[in-house]
């Protein structure tokens, strides 16, 4: 499995259990605010949960543009060390 569907898959946990939606509506192009009805106090949590699980650090900037899960994905595979996978 690659790096990146192991971000998805942790991500996918992290919205379902954080907003509460289906685990079959996360997908890659699902938009936070449109798709799972997340406010900024929603995103916020979600992005202080990311941080917390893959040890890294979300600016500012980059949490305003980060709009869908494929953001999310990129951003978090980018940024997460391979120490994280073992």
Do not use: R, W
């Amino acid at each position: 499995m690659e790096k990146k569907e192991k971000v998805f898959n942790k991500i996918k946990e992290m919205i379902v259990q954080e907003l509460g939606v289906k685990p079959e509506v996360v997908k890659l192009d699902a938009g936070l605010a449109e798709d799972f009805g997340a406010d900024s106090l929603d995103a916020l949590e979600l992005f202080n949960q990311l941080e917390s699980e893959f040890l890294i650090t979300i600016t500012d900037e980059a949490a305003t543009e980060m709009k869908n899960v494929q953001d999310l994905v990129d951003y978090v595979a980018d940024s997460v060390s391979d120490d994280y996978f073992g």
